[in-house]
């Protein structure tokens, strides 16, 4: 595909769309930040119990980091929106994605593109209010190294093409099976539990959490990032998380480029 | 309406059999998170692994129950949106049996089936003392949770009625009471107790019976008898979900699209 300036300008007015898109659910986006605050104050709950009954340190983190952990994860959640509904599999089971492949852009890209205009505006709504929420209550702790903001930036950024990765594998599932549902019970589970979104996957024996973290994209959304952010680790350990998110971007848009071209092939429209 | 959706659903065996699967592994990874936690920790909020396991096994029982009942009411925001509930209001049967019958989720059973296995499991691995008294207490509770959560549901899905796009607000305390009663209430800071525990009434789904069925004095210094109030809970979170139903009923005003 070739890429020129007509291109990107394309694909930038796709993400202005996306962006303009969400502009419009004011309300929703506003019970939706609500409600990943509710969780926000019952998961630190969780992890302060865990944190007064062992240790001052539990598996790493003190109680500002797992304070920290807690609530930016929950504005993680609307900014690589871990949940959502899985349009495009319908878009594949009533036929409509034809109109998708008659453009003249990839339809990976062009969602790709939509996505990140998505998420731009989730940044100054779902990602900031829980954040807000949890820093008027509870101590947070901010980055003691300036180097770091960077990195998250980096790797908040990455974390939402690993998830637009997965969300697509599992939306276009439906080329093969019309009903996506399996895999999108599976990818709610997978994306909770294997993630790090419950608690810290370092909660987990730390051959498990490794595995995960190397082996899966999961832990690439909310886990890393996270990990990142409240500064687990050295610089050096901070670079090997980017790395790792960086590999599993290349994966998964490379899944995605190839799973679109197989489905492209299989794809029978259902008359009607 | 509610056997014309079994048949259906049975219809499409790999599909049903998928849900299934699914709704179980929810279960699944409901009780996995306790185990996580043990895992760094010896005790939760005071008590341990034998005491948290009974309550998160009580909790998902309750919960997978009322899920199970009347789950898909959360679906109300969606009929009220599309119009669809006039549909529904102009037929000679009560709106809450057809939005429940409309799309009941025998998949759901799953987790529930687990959870009733993991409250008999953790009954043993807490060495209750199986007396009529227990086991009465024991059937008595998951009921009245469900009714807790049930009524939660349903007055949480009245929210529609007023706020077209309040999205997934209502799961905050569906969901959340999940997640709020599978820990004991005692790791809860005094302003989520107070709501959560008491307002809503969350503490009677699995905390204070587990207190008794091992017979714990309460942290807190709550009464022995709290242990037995669920089933009067359950009934005055049903009135006044029934209440909120009818006055939302009465306030729809079709979205006229």
């Known amino acids: 595909m070739a890429i020129g300036p007509r291109m990107i300008r394309a694909y930038l007015a796709l993400a202005?769309?996306?962006?303009?898109?969400?502009?419009?659910?004011?309300?929703?986006?506003?019970?939706?930040?609500?409600?990943?605050?509710?969780?926000?104050?019952?998961?630190?709950?969780?992890?302060?119990?865990?944190?007064?009954?062992?240790?001052?340190?539990?598996?790493?983190?003190?109680?500002?980091q797992l304070a920290t952990f807690v609530w930016v994860g929950q504005g993680l959640i609307g900014t690589v929106l871990i949940w959502a509904p899985p349009d495009f599999a319908d878009r594949i089971r009533s036929g409509d994605v034809v109109t998708d492949l008659l453009r003249p852009v990839d339809p990976v890209w062009h969602l790709l593109a939509i996505d990140l205009g998505r998420a731009a505006h989730s940044m100054a709504t779902r990602f900031v209010i829980p954040i807000a929420v949890g820093a008027l209550f509870f101590?947070?702790?901010t980055p003691r190294r300036p180097g770091t903001y960077v990195f998250f930036a980096l790797s908040l950024l990455m974390a939402t093409i690993v998830c637009f990765g997965c969300r697509f594998l599992v939306n276009a599932a439906a080329y093969w099976l019309l009903d996506a549902r399996g895999p999108h019970i599976g990818w709610t589970l997978a994306s909770g539990f294997l993630g790090g979104l419950y608690f810290p996957l370092w909660f987990f024996p730390d051959a498990a959490a490794a595995a995960?973290?190397?082996?899966?994209?999961?832990?690439?959304?909310?886990?890393?990032?996270?990990?990142?952010?409240?500064?687990?680790?050295?610089?050096?350990?901070?670079?090997?998380?980017?790395?790792?998110?960086?590999?599993?971007?290349?994966?998964?848009?490379?899944?995605?480029?190839?799973?679109q071209r197989r489905g492209e092939e299989k794809l029978v429209v259902q008359g009607g | 309406m509610v056997a014309a959706q079994l048949r259906s659903q049975a219809q499409y065996r790999t599909s049903f059999a998928i849900d299934v699967v699914g709704s179980v592994l929810f279960g699944v990874l409901d009780i996995a998170s306790v185990l996580v936690l043990f895992r760094v920790v010896p005790t939760l909020g005071g008590f341990g692994f034998a005491e948290v396991f009974l309550m998160a096994a009580l909790a998902v029982t309750?919960?997978?129950?009322?899920?199970?009942?009347?789950?898909?009411?959360?679906?109300?925001?969606?009929?009220?949106?599309?119009?669809?509930?006039?549909?529904?209001?102009?037929?000679?049967?009560?709106?809450?049996?057809?939005l429940t019958a409309l799309d009941i989720a025998p998949r759901r059973v799953g987790r529930l089936v687990f959870g009733i296995a993991m409250v008999v499991i953790a009954v043993g691995h807490a060495h209750v003392r199986l007396t009529p008294h227990s086991v009465a207490l024991l059937v008595i509770t998951p009921v009245a949770g469900a009714a807790i959560f049930g009524a939660v549901f349903v007055a949480t899905?009245?929210?529609?009625?007023?706020?077209?796009?309040?999205?997934?607000?209502?799961n905050g305390l569906t969901y959340g009471g999940l997640n709020f009663t599978q820990h004991p209430i005692t790791i809860y800071g005094e302003a989520l107790r107070r709501l959560f525990a008491y307002a809503v009434g969350f503490a009677f789904v699995a905390y204070y019976p587990t207190l008794r069925l091992l017979d714990r004095a309460d942290p807190l210094g709550g009464p022995v008898f709290l242990a037995y109030a669920g089933p009067l809970v359950a009934g005055v979170a049903t009135a006044v979900a029934a209440l909120l139903w009818r006055i939302g009923v009465r306030h729809y005003r079709s979205t006229g699209s």
Request: a positive charge; glycine letters at 6%.
């Open chain 1, 16 to 64: 202005a769309a996306g962006f303009r898109r969400y502009a419009t659910y004011r309300q929703a986006t506003f019970a939706a930040a609500a409600t990943n605050s509710v969780f926000g104050f019952l998961r630190c709950a969780v992890v302060f119990a865990v944190v007064d009954a062992g240790a001052r340190i539990v598996a790493g983190y003190d109680r500002a």
């Open chain 2, 157 to 170: 899905a009245t929210v529609a009625f007023w706020w077209i796009e309040s999205g997934e607000i209502a």
């Open chain 1, 139 to 141: 101590r947070l702790q």
């Open chain 2, 62 to 98: 309750a919960f997978a129950a009322a899920d199970l009942a009347v789950g898909n009411v959360e679906r109300l925001r969606v009929y009220v949106r599309s119009g669809l509930l006039d549909a529904v209001l102009v037929r000679p049967l009560g709106v809450l049996v057809q």
């Open chain 1, 212 to 259: 995960l973290i190397v082996g899966t994209p999961f832990p690439s959304i909310i886990q890393l990032p996270l990990d990142v952010l409240v500064e687990r680790g050295s610089p050096a350990d901070q670079l090997v998380l980017l790395t790792i998110q960086a590999s599993w971007v290349v994966i998964m848009l490379a899944l995605c480029r190839f799973v």
